[in-house]
């Protein structure tokens, strides 16, 4: 069984720095997407990073030169390094696992991904 849990969340003050974690349990698949997702209220659930068993990386633009998204194949985890955050960037963070396939253009795309987190909120304060 597939399991992803998030920790890290929590609040911040604009211009602060949190890293979040995915800890993953049962997914050993050899090709895979992983990404880093965030919802809003109000707002739809977009995709902020991902990474693949390439180790190819990509962002959104709101985020590139800020986020960092990486993995520790030895603890089978996920971070996401958030720097210069922003109070635009508060809302819930997900991760998300996506089997079989390569991150590809649909990236950002909520079908890619067959397993998902919890979330952790992440708050920052002006």
């Known amino acids: 069984q597939v399991q992803l849990v998030e920790s890290g969340g929590g609040s911040v003050e604009a211009g602060g720095s949190l890293t979040l974690s995915c800890a993953t349990t049962?997914?050993?698949?050899?090709?895979?997407?992983l990404g880093w997702f965030r919802q809003a209220p109000g707002k739809e659930r977009e995709g902020v990073a991902a990474l693949d068993s390439e180790g190819l990386t990509t962002y959104t633009d709101a985020v590139k030169g800020r986020f960092t998204i990486s993995q520790d194949n030895v603890k089978n985890t996920i971070y996401l390094r958030m720097n210069s955050l922003q109070p635009e960037d508060t809302a819930m963070y997900y991760c998300a696992a996506g089997p079989y396939n390569y991150c590809s253009g649909s990236w950002t795309e909520k079908y890619e991904y067959g397993y998902w987190g919890q979330g952790t909120q992440v708050t920052v304060s002006s």
């Open positions: 049962g997914f050993t698949y050899a090709t895979y997407c």
